[in-house]
């Protein structure tokens, strides 16, 4: 649940930001960025449920 709260999950949103920007670069960005944020908190967020005793 973590990771679906802090990802990218909206295509539209990479739509507008492509379409305003008139490039690539800034979606892929903010996609990549997104995405990898959102996971390393879903890890950490495992991580310190394993490390309390929460299984």
């Not at 909206?10 to 739509?15: F, G, V």
């Not at 492509?18 to 892929?28: F, H």
């Not at 903010?30 to 490390?51: D, E, K, T």
Request: glycine letters at 4%; charged letters at 10%; one cysteine or more.
């Amino acid at each position: 649940m973590i990771f679906f709260v802090y990802a990218c999950q909206c295509m539209s949103t990479l739509a507008v930001v492509r379409r305003e920007t008139r490039s690539w670069k800034w979606p892929l960005v903010m996609f990549a960025s997104m995405s990898a944020l959102a996971y390393a908190l879903a890890v950490l967020v495992y991580q310190v449920g394993l490390a309390l005793g929460y299984t």
